[in-house]
């Protein structure tokens, strides 16, 4: 079935497959004839795109229209390009490929969805939850076969701990090692991985634990660690806020008796509501005013970088500040 809907904030994975696509279907030689790319935002531009993929291949090769950042998955099209929709899915020539990219989730419940689902090749590049490290060890495993590059175990484990869900800096991180460690049969351990890799978000996620912990001490290491690796200190910020925004909304949801997971993981912007398991564990031990001191913090601590503020010393002394809020 030549029509393909790719969805997911993952975009280095969902850039690598719409890569291979094009690699399989088009000829370098005819591209300006025979590729389109068009923002599927409108209907206009949606319709355009249609027409195109129903359009004969000119020369070698084959067709290939893509509707990128579309919306048709996400609101109710009108009649005319859901009828559009429907008629080229049905007549579309089997060496034409219509390739529809958006980073939010289809809704299941519009007409358009259930057509592209009746006859599109539908991926889904999601980024793996931070917090399922058997799924990110096993990403890990998987480019690691794909470049030839043999791990132990306790370095599949270091780079899952450092890394995290970051799939861009996975494949820079696991290339940069196979570069250093050639084609060499022995499996590459930790000790040889630990002054090459770049801690990132994961070490951001271990800081908020350090501070809603009170362990001053560990989340002034980690934030050195960070630092020392050149994480920039707005998207440090922006993992703590988000990370405390969530956990001071299933908080408050708790003290005024929601028990429903479905609307709690709606209300604190969490797509899987089995993750509220582990969350309720993480905020036992603290209380809703504690959590609720954070946020006007980091904001703060957001406001002082933004305007110019050193940020070695500010996110020490801040860290520091919040994590005596749960002692």
Not at 44 to 56: A, D, R, S
């Amino acid at each position: 079935m030549p029509v393909y809907l790719y969805w997911g904030e993952d975009d280095f994975s969902l850039t690598q497959a719409v890569e291979k696509l094009q690699a399989q279907v088009l000829d370098s030689n005819w591209l300006q004839f025979n590729y389109h790319k068009l923002i599927g935002d409108r209907s206009e531009t949606i319709i355009e795109g249609f027409n195109q993929v129903m359009t004969p291949v000119f020369g070698a090769g084959e067709r290939l229209v893509w509707l990128a950042q579309t919306n048709l998955c996400e609101q109710k099209p009108d009649d005319q390009v859901l009828n559009e929709l429907k008629r080229t899915l049905e007549f579309i020539p089997t060496s034409s490929h219509l390739l529809l990219t958006t980073e939010k989730k289809p809704d299941g419940r519009l007409a358009s969805t259930k057509l592209l689902n009746q006859y599109a090749s539908v991926k889904d590049f999601s980024l793996i939850p931070p917090w399922k490290t058997d799924l990110i060890a096993a990403k890990i495993k998987e480019i690691a076969q794909v470049i030839n590059l043999p791990l132990t175990p306790s370095a599949i484990a270091l780079l899952t701990d450092s890394v995290g869900n970051d799939t861009r800096q996975l494949w820079n991180e696991l290339q940069k090692l196979k570069i250093f460690w050639g084609d060499q049969s022995q499996p590459l351990d930790e000790d040889s991985i630990s002054a090459l890799v770049i801690c990132n978000t994961q070490n951001s996620l271990k800081l908020a634990t350090a501070i809603k912990n009170g362990k001053a001490a560990t989340a002034l290491s980690l934030i050195t660690d960070l630092i020392n690796h050149n994480e920039p200190p707005l998207k440090i910020v922006a993992t703590l806020v988000g990370q405390f925004r969530t956990w001071t909304i299933v908080k408050l949801m708790q003290e005024l008796g929601q028990t429903d997971n479905k609307a709690l993981a709606t209300a604190a912007g969490i797509n899987n509501p089995n993750r509220l398991y582990f969350i309720r564990q993480e905020i036992s031990q603290t209380t809703t005013q504690q959590l609720l001191a954070v946020l006007p913090q980091l904001l703060e601590l957001e406001y002082h970088l933004k305007t110019g503020a050193a940020a070695w010393e500010i996110l020490q002394t801040k860290v520091v500040e919040l994590s005596l809020l749960f002692i």
